[in-house]
């Protein structure tokens, strides 16, 4: 950027320079030129200075943390998608928060053994229970019947003596046909549907 002086005022000579968008040099470049064409029988006083300085500063500070969080966007989409395409004919666990296919594999993700537990299986629509039943959960992936359960959707919840066990996942099993790309960030694609990558609990081959 160049910069000339008119009647005491700076006009921009770069037509394509974006005054809102400015960087460093540029700052710098109309600090002295401000200071060239100040008055001077009214010289710029020592707090307008400091401001000024202050200034460059956030304008500095703003530019190298924007930079930063560019890189670390791309770095991150970069790795999710490197991730997302060694999975294409893996087969994977998938969290979901409901059953939409009753023909499909579901199954129950816990964090440790659980011994008697009451799984309720609940049609979205009417809020009925459709299927209730009590098993063992062991830590990891459990299978889940829902084969008997006639088209629909539905929530399911674990409870252990009157407590809702919010840390058991629904999850499907499904193999990861393909990789697509939804808001710029990846999504694994499978026979009933795409899911997030972040959605991944299991992986297997």
């Known amino acids: ?11 921009y000579v770069d037509k394509n320079y974006d005054p809102y968008n400015i960087s460093t040099e540029d700052f710098l470049k109309i600090y002295l030129k401000m200071l060239q064409l100040q008055d001077p029988t009214k ?11 202050y200034q460059l500063q956030q ?8 930079n930063t969080f560019n890189s670390l966007i791309k770095n991150q989409q970069l790795d999710f998608i490197t991730q997302a395409a060694f999975l294409i004919g893996k087969n994977a666990v998938l969290k979901t928060k409901e059953i939409t296919n009753p023909s499909a594999h579901y199954v129950l993700v816990s964090p440790q053994d659980y011994s008697n537990v009451t799984v309720s299986i609940v049609d979205k629509i009417s809020g009925k229970v459709v299927k209730e039943f009590s098993t063992d959960l062991k ?3 459990n299978p889940l019947d829902t084969s008997d359960l006639p088209p629909g959707q539905y929530t399911v919840s674990v409870g252990k003596d009157g ?4 840390n058991v996942l629904l999850g499907i099993k499904e193999k990861v046909s393909y990789v697509s790309l939804v808001n710029n960030q990846p999504v ?18």
């Open 139 to 141: 830590e990891g992936v």
């Open 59 to 66: 304008i500095r500070f703003m530019t190298n943390l924007d």
């Open 1 to 11: 950027m160049t910069l000339e002086g008119i009647n005491n005022r700076i006009r």
């Open 188 to 205: 694994l694609g499978t026979s009933n549907g795409e899911y997030p990558l972040t959605n991944v609990v299991y992986i297997s081959s």
């Open 163 to 166: 407590q809702n066990l919010t």
């Open 43 to 53: 010289p710029m006083e020592i707090k307008d200075m400091v401001q000024m300085n």
